[in-house]
C-alpha cells in the first residue's frame, strides 16, 4: 500500500489519508527510491492531520498532485478487486480513470474539471429547489462547461477501449485456456445522444432531484460470460479470472502507453485462486514481459513453493511486528 501511495498519491485500500495515521500520532511519512528511465528518484509524502498533503520529487513538492500521476506506472492485483464487478458503476469507471490518468494527463485534468463543474451544477440544482427560481444564463454556463469536459473524457474513453478489450480478451483466453466466452462494453448515453441535448431533456428531473442524473459520470461498463451478466451468472472462479484479466491488460496498456514497465503488486491472492490459476498466473508474470513485482502473503513456504519452478530473481522478506528482515 505504501509503494501505491508514492506512485499514485493515495493509498489502495482506503483513499481518506487522515485514517492511514496511528492513533495518537500527527502525521505520517512515506519515502521511496525509484529508478525512472535510468534515472535515480526520490520521492516522499507526508500527511498531516488538517494539513495539505505533501509530495516531493527529488526534494522538489509538486505544485499539483495530478503531475505526480503516470511518473511510476502501477498495477495491484488485490482479493478486492472484485468490488469492480460486485460493486455499482462507480468502482468501473474508477478502473477506467486509473488506466487512461496513468497515460494522459490532460484526461486526468479534464476528469478533475469535470468534477468541479458538477459540483458546481448540482449545488445550483438544489438552489433551485430552495428558492423556486434561478439565473437561466448561469445553468447554461455550467451546462457549457460540464460538455466541454465531458466530450473529451467521452471520446477518450471510446479511443482507451478500442485499445484495451483485445488485450483483455487475449488475457483471458489464456488464463481459462480459451473456454469461456466474456464480454466486455463501454456503455454511455452520450453514444446516441449529444451532451447538449441530454442536459435539455433532463433539466426537469435534475431540478426534482436536485442532482445531474445524465452524463459521463453515469457510464457503465458492462461485463458478461456466454452474454450473461458475469455478477450474477459467473462462478467465483470466473470472476477471479476475470478481474485478473482486467489487470493484466492494464499493465500491457500502460506499458505500451509509457514506453517502460510498470510496477505490479499482488497482495494476498494466492490463497483466493486455485492451483491452475496461480500456475497461470505466474508462468505469465515471471516471463519478460513484465518488470519488478512485489508479492505479498502470510505463508513463505507457500511463495518460495509457487516460484520453485520458475527461473526469476527471487528476494524474500519477512514482516514481524512491523519490523522487515530477509527471510
Same mark, same amino acid.
Given at each position: ?24 500520532? /500527527? ?81 486526468? /485534468? ?71 466466452? $466474456? ?11 449529444? =451532451? ?9 428531473? /435534475? ?35 476475470? $478481474? ?40 505469465? $508474470? ?30 524474500? =522478506? ?10
Amino acid at each position: 500500500d505504501a509503494i501505491h501511495y508514492l506512485c499514485l498519491c493515495k493509498g489502495y485500500f482506503n483513499p481518506i489519508d487522515t485514517q492511514q495515521i496511528k492513533t495518537n500520532e /500527527d502525521l505520517f511519512m512515506i519515502q521511496g527510491d525509484f529508478e525512472r528511465l535510468e534515472k535515480n528518484e526520490k520521492i516522499t509524502c507526508g500527511v498531516k492531520r488538517n494539513q495539505k498533503k505533501q509530495f516531493k520529487r527529488n526534494k522538489k513538492e509538486y505544485d499539483k498532485l495530478a503531475n505526480h500521476i503516470g511518473l511510476f506506472p502501477l498495477v495491484m492485483i488485490s482479493p478486492y478487486d472484485t468490488n469492480i464487478i460486485m460493486e455499482g458503476s462507480e468502482e468501473r469507471r474508477r478502473f477506467m480513470d486509473n488506466v487512461i490518468s496513468q497515460t494522459d494527463s490532460n484526461y486526468l /485534468d479534464e476528469l478533475i474539471l469535470y468534477n468541479k463543474h458538477l459540483l458546481n451544477r448540482n449545488a445550483l440544482l438544489k438552489q433551485i429547489s430552495i428558492t423556486k427560481s434561478y439565473d437561466p444564463s448561469l445553468l447554461e454556463i455550467y451546462n457549457d462547461q460540464l460538455v466541454a469536459s465531458g466530450i473529451k473524457i467521452f471520446a477518450k474513453r471510446q479511443e482507451f477501449m478500442v485499445h484495451f478489450i483485445p488485450l483483455f480478451n487475449n488475457y483471458y483466453s489464456f488464463l481459462t485456456e480459451g473456454n469461456e466466452q $466474456v464480454g466486455l462494453q463501454y456503455q454511455s448515453q452520450l453514444t446516441d445522444t449529444s =451532451f447538449e441535448q441530454l442536459l435539455a431533456q433532463t433539466i426537469e428531473k /435534475d431540478k426534482v432531484l436536485e442532482r445531474t442524473t445524465t452524463g459521463i459520470h453515469k457510464d457503465e461498463l458492462l461485463f458478461t460470460i456466454f452474454d450473461m451478466p458475469l455478477k450474477k451468472f459467473g462462478s467465483q472462479g470466473q470472476q477471479k479470472s476475470f $478481474v485478473i484479466a482486467l489487470k493484466l491488460a492494464q499493465y500491457a496498456y500502460l506499458q505500451k502507453h509509457k514506453g517502460f514497465k510498470p510496477l505490479l503488486l499482488l497482495d494476498d491472492i494466492f490463497d483466493k485462486l486455485d492451483d491452475n490459476r496461480v500456475s497461470k498466473l505466474m508462468e505469465m $508474470v515471471s516471463h519478460h514481459d513484465f518488470g519488478q513485482i512485489f508479492i505479498t502473503d502470510t505463508g513463505k513456504d507457500r511463495v518460495l513453493g509457487i516460484f520453485e519452478n520458475i527461473s526469476t530473481p527471487l528476494t524474500v =522478506f519477512e514482516v514481524d511486528k512491523g519490523t522487515l528482515h530477509h527471510a
